[in-house]
């Protein structure tokens, strides 16, 4: 009779070390989903703001609605093709459209290899 009640405990501990591991997988397969989806959000905007470049080209002199933050815009006008850029660690440069296009696409194409 020991013998079968130990059975079913170690059974049962098994039990629950398997579903232990499983709610450990599940929320670890979660958390890889919700970068993913970041990683997916952040190539939208950086594929966005490439487009939105193509905008600024043949556009010196024309009036804009420049973004200053999150649903808040200011009327600019453009007075250069040469754009500032943030190269890292607060560090701004001047930049022409193509060359920031090509930081762009560079920054999209570390993204996509991290999302494989």
């Not at 499983?22 to 979660?30: P, R």
């Not at 002199?61 to 815009?73: D, M, T, V, Y």
């Not at 040469?82 to 193509?98: R, Y």
Request: charged share 35%.
């Amino acid at each position: 009779m020991e013998n079968k009640e130990q059975e079913k405990q170690k059974e049962q501990q098994t039990q629950q070390e398997l579903f232990y591991k499983l709610s450990m997988f599940d929320q670890h397969i979660k958390q890889i989903n919700q970068q993913l989806q970041l990683i997916e959000k952040n190539i939208f905007d950086l594929n966005s703001l490439d487009s939105g470049m193509d905008e600024i080209k043949g556009s010196v002199g024309k009036e804009i609605l420049g973004q200053l933050g999150r649903g808040i815009f200011v009327k600019a006008n453009i007075i250069s093709e040469e754009l500032v850029v943030d190269v890292g660690n607060k560090n701004f440069v001047k930049k022409s459209i193509t060359d920031t296009k090509k930081i762009i696409k560079e920054q999209i194409e570390k993204l996509r290899q991290i999302e494989k």
